[in-house]
């Protein structure tokens, strides 16, 4: 594990851990406050995000901001990452060797922010966070606390642009941000 983020930033430039190397064009990192109380966590970059080298910058990010700006979340105090820092093709799932290959990123992303709510937004970042049994249906706007850190699943924003309906539940979701005592 790295000890600053200059470390962790040098280790990730040229990785090649995965064959989602081979299509990138970007290392979509992390973005955000690294010492932030809240930390959200996807699946994987999309083709904006690719582009940019940011996270959730195209429509599903449009859609969390303005959820943000529904509850009161400012997108600079808190800090985003991803399962995977590669864009799967055509904006699939990543497979069980990818995100095994970053993980270990993600680990000291989360080691380093020090979060004390970890958002984790759809089933690809509950399974590989809380564990294969949890599936997000049946824990979505739950909070679970595990060693320390408080966990809120919820719907991917990508999720709420195939169904409107979810829009109510990833608000509600983010509304028990305010109710935490931090």
């Not at 990785?15 to 190397?21: I, T």
């Not at 910058?57 to 995977?84: S, T």
Request: charged letters at 30%; proline letters at 4%; hydrophobic letters at 35%.
């Amino acid at each position: 594990m790295y000890e600053t983020w200059e470390e962790l930033e040098k280790s990730i430039e040229n990785c090649n851990k995965c064959k989602l190397c081979k299509m990138r064009q970007n290392i979509v990192f992390g973005v955000g406050n690294k010492n932030a109380e809240v930390m959200f966590i996807g699946e994987g970059p999309g083709a904006d995000e690719d582009r940019l080298g940011e996270p959730f910058v195209g429509k599903a990010g449009k859609l969390m901001d303005m959820a943000f700006d529904v509850v009161g979340i400012k997108r600079e105090e808190v800090y985003i990452a991803n399962i995977v820092k590669c864009r799967p093709p055509n904006n699939r799932n990543p497979e069980e060797d990818e995100c095994e290959a970053c993980l270990d990123y993600l680990r000291n992303q989360v080691l380093l922010v020090k979060p004390k709510i970890i958002v984790l937004l759809g089933s690809v970042a509950l399974k590989h966070i809380l564990g294969k049994e949890y599936g997000i249906t049946s824990s979505r706007g739950k909070v679970i606390e595990k060693k320390g850190i408080t966990y809120i699943p919820t719907w991917h924003p990508a999720a709420l642009l195939r169904d409107e309906n979810k829009k109510i539940d990833f608000i509600r979701d983010l509304k028990i941000l305010q109710s935490k005592d931090f």
